[in-house]
C-alpha cells in the first residue's frame, strides 16, 4: 500500500521562495495560477504542493505531520497572507478490497494545534474484476 501526504496551498500573489524554503524546497512543487497541472488541468490560484511518499501509514503520518508541526509557526504566518488557504491531505493507493489505518490521539493533537483538518482519499483496485 502506498500513502502520499500533500500540503497544499494555494491563494493570489503567493511569496513561492518564501514558502519552499521555510517547509522544505526539496518536496515542493510551485504552479502559478494558469499553469497546466498533469499535464492539462489549469490552476486557478497559485499553488505550492509539499508532498511526501511513504509505505507505512502511521509512520509517514507522524513523520509528515511532526515536520508540520514543528513548522507551525511558519504556517500561521503563512495563512495571514492574502487569501491563503491550507489543506492537508493523505492519498492512499491500494489493491486490496478493505482498508484500515490508525490516527493516533497524539497526530490528531498536533493537527488541532496547527488547525489543519486532515482529508483521505482512497483509491482502491481490490477486487475489481476486469473483463
Known amino acids: 500500500m502506498n500513502y502520499k501526504f500533500v500540503l497544499r496551498i494555494s491563494g493570489e500573489d503567493m ?45 509517514g503520518s507522524q513523520d509528515f505531520i511532526m515536520h508540520l508541526y514543528y513548522k507551525k509557526n511558519v504556517l500561521n504566518k503563512i495563512k495571514k497572507m492574502n487569501s491563503i488557504n491550507l489543506y492537508l491531505c493523505c492519498y492512499i493507493c491500494s489493491e486490496m478490497g478493505q482498508i484500515g ?29 476486469v473483463d
Not at 526539496?26 to 492539462?40: M, P, V
Not at 490508525?102 to 482502491?124: A, Q
Open 101 to 129: 489505518f490508525f490516527v493516533s490521539s497524539t497526530i490528531m493533537k498536533y493537527l488541532s494545534e496547527i488547525e489543519l483538518d486532515l482529508n483521505f482519499d482512497i483509491l482502491s483496485f481490490g477486487l475489481a474484476e
Open 15 to 59: 511569496d513561492f521562495d518564501y514558502i519552499c524554503n521555510k517547509l522544505g524546497p526539496e518536496n515542493c512543487d510551485k504552479k502559478k495560477k494558469g499553469d497546466k497541472f498533469a499535464g492539462f488541468i489549469s490552476v486557478p490560484h497559485d499553488t505550492v504542493i509539499f508532498e511526501k511518499n511513504y509505505s507505512d501509514f502511521e509512520y
